[in-house]
């Protein structure tokens, strides 16, 4: 790879134009970098529209038949399908689609007539939102937490406890354990307090409706942040800078903190991101076991129906969220660890 | 004093020699044995296997009831001599229902590893081994193919195509071979390599085939471990799927749906609900068991 | 002189699955205010694990399980959580292997040296502050205050180690442990790093205790010379007189490794026979008779005691290099090269052939 010619000038053909493009400090470096992810959203997106778009219309029989055998009258059909621009050529509705998604216009629903998807979405979000901040509330402080208790007294009581939660809460479904929190708290709490009391096992509300869903929903996520932060704890204990720490003299809260905790926790913000993909999928399950209108619950009533407008969009906006919170985690991950490049 | 000639033959150094070698394989089947909760595991899935090969033929011989079969005069009764679990609503013998429901669990979640293989190993085998542009590509269409979260993705594909057990089976191994893509494109590209380093001195005999039979011990290990990680996962989507409503269809007896029927009563008889959900969580965790056990007794640092 | 630092048969074992491991095994040795000490062996010995028993450092699952260090009149082993706090980084200080590996990877260079300093009360947090780029410019680092900024990363493999010695001194410690200091670098950096401690060593009067397998580098700078093998010291003396006249055949061996430009290159690299015994389970009388070229009988019977073979010299042998015929001792001149030595040889090819042995 000759690049010099005798002299040491650049060969013909090296262009300068890449060093003035290179950024000069690391705040410039950093600007690049968020602008190039959030680039690179657009074309996945385009993509995961694409995909979902076709699979939809893949789909054998059309929007119009009910489960049930009652047919449409073929003028009743024909006419439903020019309403909503069906009888176009597909590329021609794929481009129309992807037009109105730009201006937030997801089209008209099929199962609730007349009424948009957007206006759905946008009825149904608070419940899944609210759900998911105060799952995520949970998750972050105790799955470390249980992570880096266990890791600092490993093969401890307290070590055996923490794993042995987290892999019941990996292992066992979430609507499984919704299904006990359901006997536990509702059905036998009612039982025991001779119908006194019991925590609700459905609906939505800013009081204890809260409680069962936002757990059930936590108790995954968590599990997976707590194994997560102790195999990152445990490997970073055996590294030769803690000793170094330790023969400096410092204090054990200091080599804790300072040395080891600073250096376990960067991969756990990795971990974050998918820890929003779980937040997605298990809201669906969630507020299908505790009947929340948010929408998961949306979303599963779609598919049943087949309400193609309503899947796209939510797949469409459920894929966003989990793209934008993974692009957070890159930029935020950038700024903890001293030793990314970013180039 | 006498003294020996220094090319006197070594003391036999048996006994305090280097520590005895072993096959990797040995060594790895002796670390899992000592892993209790691991051969916990497996003994719990030899047990279900066993289950599911013979379910049909212990009802055929009359040893359990038919799952199917309606004693609506025994609807939701708890435990008896005929039927060891009780009933469902439908009078439905609960015990060969989960004894069949192990079936489909197993069936799905084991046989979808395969596709798992095909699909995410050819990818990530072509994605590594091509590097430059081919990999690239590949590695852009694994990233968006990952962009699904995958319940939805399952359910979207689900709801194209009406539910069976094929269209199950199909759409869960479509929406989830990323990781063993990603795993075997990483082993490729470091034998890769360490390969050509060497290859560039001796005559180059197919670079592919080095490669492949480079790979193949190397990777074996992590692959088995990914691909037992998997099957709690599929597990988890079928019964998910079932309970929706969108999986398995009744009367067909998956856990999933059992445990969607055992909703409707949950009041009246909770057992319903929790003889189902425990079958799926025994089944996971041992699953989960066994992978820990592999991975534990393959990772070469554990060694003490 | 005042002796600094004094262990009396010291004793660390491991408790492991596979067995007792004995990793030092009643050693004892002493290091006197001001001096520099070398303390040689291949790995494996138990020249780290010493060292770290002295800072009280040792790993799981591995204990002290007899013997006293003494530092002064304090008795290490016996010190109290606190004491010892206070005495690590202090007192005595110790610098490891692998700089890179060594320092925290997301914390700034100047920080960690700045905690070694405000960890013990010796100085306050100003003063600390204000001591880091003139010890950083001690041990000869360019642009010390836009390097204290950096973080490890950013740092070459010699200044990293030399940023972990300024941190080893920091708090002025009466004695400074280096083990390996200079294994994990170039060999041109190698030689600074010795020089440096030298320097180090006569400039504030630090006591050096350098814990190596390399014999050069303990000509280079140490006084006296420990020798270890198995867990235990198998001869020790004065510098010069070791390397003029070593009595252990193991030390003897060691020797031979040291290149010497003025030698017509012999023939081949012969590695010294066998492997480093397990230490789990050691042969019986000397621990180094299997792999001795000169061993008798009672080798084999009888462990020897470390017995006084010369002025201020001990080694630990039935038979001693002096009483060996100098015709036998010529035979292996064919240099014999420690068994990691070999090793590491073996990892260049022109050499693989010689280095594979006979």
Redesign the interface.
């Known amino acids: 790879m000759a690049n010099t010619a005798i002299g040491g000038r650049p060969a013909r053909g090296a262009l300068p134009v890449r060093r003035l493009l290179a950024p000069s400090s690391r705040g410039a470096a950093l600007a690049l970098f968020v602008a190039r992810r959030v680039l690179w959203m657009v074309p996945v997106l385009f993509f995961v529209i694409l995909i979902t778009f076709t699979l939809m219309h893949l789909a054998p029989g059309s929007p119009w038949d009910k489960a049930g055998g009652r047919q449409l009258s073929a003028s009743i059909v024909e006419n439903l399908n020019t309403r909503y621009g069906l009888d176009k050529p597909i590329w021609q509705q794929f481009l129309l689609y992807l037009w109105n998604v730009t201006h937030f216009d997801f089209g008209l629903s099929y199962q609730y007539q007349g009424r948009t998807v957007s206006a759905l979405l946008v009825s149904a979000w608070p419940y899944t939102a609210t759900l998911g901040v105060l799952a995520f509330c949970v998750i972050v402080p105790a799955g470390i937490g249980l992570g880096v208790v266990a890791a600092l007294r490993q093969n401890s009581r307290i070590d055996y406890i923490a794993m042995g939660f987290s892999t019941f809460g990996a292992s066992v479904p979430n609507f499984v354990v919704g299904m006990l929190f359901i006997i536990v708290f509702g059905v036998m709490l009612y039982n025991i307090t001779g119908g006194n009391y019991s925590l609700p096992v459905s609906g939505f509300g800013l009081d204890d409706h809260l409680i069962m869903p936002v757990v059930t929903l936590a108790l995954l996520p968590t599990a997976f942040i707590a194994r997560l932060t102790r195999a990152s704890t445990l490997d970073i204990l055996r590294?030769?800078?803690v000793?170094?720490?330790?023969?400096?003299?410092?204090?054990e809260r200091?080599v804790v903190l300072?040395?080891i905790l600073?250096?376990s926790l960067?991969p756990i913000v990795t971990a974050l991101g998918p820890t929003f993909a779980f937040l997605v999928t298990g809201s669906v399950i969630v507020e299908t076991v505790f009947v929340i209108p948010g929408i998961g619950r949306s979303f599963v009533e779609a598919v049943t129906s087949r309400d193609y407008p309503m899947i796209l969009a939510t797949t469409v906006l459920f894929s966003v969220v989990v793209a934008i919170a993974n692009l957070v985690v890159d930029v935020l991950y950038v700024f903890?660890?001293?030793?990314v490049r970013l180039t | 004093?006498?003294?020996?000639i220094?090319s006197?033959p070594?003391?036999q150094?048996q006994?305090?020699?280097?520590?005895e070698q072993v096959g990797l394989w040995t060594d790895v089947w002796r670390r899992f044995r000592r892993n209790r909760l691991a051969v916990a595991g497996a003994v719990i899935v030899v047990i279900l296997v066993l289950d599911a090969v013979l379910a049909g033929l212990l009802v055929q011989i009359g040893l359990i009831q038919d799952p199917i079969k309606q004693h609506v005069e025994l609807s939701a009764t708890g435990p008896s001599a005929a039927h060891l679990l009780g009933t469902d609503e439908l009078g439905r013998d609960t015990l060969s229902r989960l004894m069949f429901g192990a079936r489909i669990s197993l069936t799905i979640g084991i046989l979808v590893q395969g596709i798992y293989v095909l699909i995410g190993g050819t990818i990530g085998l072509v994605a590594g081994y091509a590097g430059g542009r081919v990999d690239n590509l590949l590695m852009r269409f694994t990233d968006i193919w990952f962009a699904f979260p995958d319940l939805l993705f399952v359910l979207v594909l689900v709801s194209v195509f009406s539910p069976s057990l094929l269209s199950i089976f199909v759409a869960i191994g479509i929406v989830n071979w990323v990781g063993l893509a990603r795993l075997v494109r990483g082993q490729v590209l470091s034998i890769k390599e360490k390969e050509f380093v060497e290859s560039a001195r001796a005559v180059g005999s197919s670079h592919f085939k080095i490669v492949l039979r480079h790979l193949v011990p190397n990777a074996l290990g992590p692959i088995i471990v990914t691909l037992t990680f998997g099957i709690p996962a599929a597990i988890f989507l079928e019964a998910a799927l079932s309970y929706i409503g969108v999986g398995i269809q009744p009367p067909t007896p998956s856990w999933g749906v059992m445990i969607q029927d055992g909703y409707q009563a949950i009041y009246a008889a909770p057992s319903q609900v929790l003889f189902p959900g425990i079958a799926i969580a025994i089944t996971m965790l041992s699953f989960s068991f066994i992978g820990d056990g592999l991975r534990d007794a393959l990772d070469p640092r554990m060694r003490? | 002189m005042a002796t600094l630092l004094r262990i009396e048969d010291l004793k660390t074992q491991f408790f492991?699955?596979?067995g007792i491991v004995q990793a030092v095994d009643g050693v004892s040795l002493h290091v006197d205010e001001g001096e520099t000490i070398g303390v040689v062996g291949e790995s494996g010995c138990g020249k780290t694990m010493t060292a770290l028993s002295v800072?009280r450092?040792v790993?799981d699952p591995g204990r002290i399980v007899g013997g006293h260090i003494w530092f002064r009149d304090r008795d290490v082993t016996t010190m109290d959580p606190d004491q010892i706090?206070?005495?690590?980084?202090?007192d005595v200080?110790?610098i490891?292997q692998?700089p890179m590996?060594?320092?925290?990877?997301?914390?700034r260079v100047g920080i960690q040296i700045e905690?070694?300093m405000t960890?013990?009360e010796r100085f306050s947090p100003k003063d600390a502050l204000g001591r880091v780029i003139p010890l950083l410019q001690r041990v000869r680092i360019p642009a010390a205050e836009r390097r204290k900024e950096d973080?490890p990363?950013q740092f070459s493999g010699g200044m990293r180690q030399r940023a972990?010695i300024a941190?080893g001194l920091a708090n002025e410690p009466s004695l400074l442990i280096a083990d390996e200091p200079t294994t994990a670098l170039d060999v041109t950096v190698q030689a600074q790093i010795i020089t440096l401690l030298k320097q180090l060593n006569r400039e504030l009067g630090t006591a050096i205790m350098l814990i190596t397998h390399n014999m050069a580098l303990v000509a280079s700078i140490c006084s006296r010379v420990v020798v270890m093998y198995a867990g235990r010291v198998v001869e020790e003396g004065p510098v010069h007189q070791i390397f003029k006249s070593p009595q252990h055949p193991y030390t003897w061996s060691l020797l031979r490794s040291v290149p010497r430009v003025d030698e017509v290159r012999r023939s081949r690299l012969v590695s010294i026979?066998?492997?480093p015994?397990?230490l789990v389970?050691?042969?019986p009388g000397c621990k180094f008779?299997?792999?001795c070229?000169?061993?008798?009988d009672r080798c084999?019977e009888e462990e020897p005691p470390l017995g006084e073979v010369d002025t201020n010299q001990v080694a630990r042998c039935w038979?001693l290099m002096r009483?060996?015929?100098q015709e036998?001792a010529r035979?292996?001149e064919a240099v014999t090269v420690p068994h990691d030595v070999a090793e590491e040889l073996k990892s260049m090819p022109d050499l693989e052939e010689a280095a594979d042995g006979s």
């Open positions: 590294q030769d800078y000793r170094t720490a330790w023969a400096k003299g410092l204090s200091l300072k040395h600073k250096n960067i903890i660890d001293p030793r | 004093m006498a003294l020996p220094p006197a070594l003391v150094q006994d305090w020699d280097v520590p003490r | 492991t699955s596979r800072l450092l790993p706090r206070e005495f690590r980084g202090n200080a110790m490891f692998d590996t060594s320092l925290n990877p997301v914390t905690e070694a960890a013990h973080y990363h972990m941190m026979t066998g492997l015994p397990d389970r050691l042969p008779h299997p792999r070229a000169f061993r008798e084999s038979v009483n060996v015929p036998a035979e292996l």
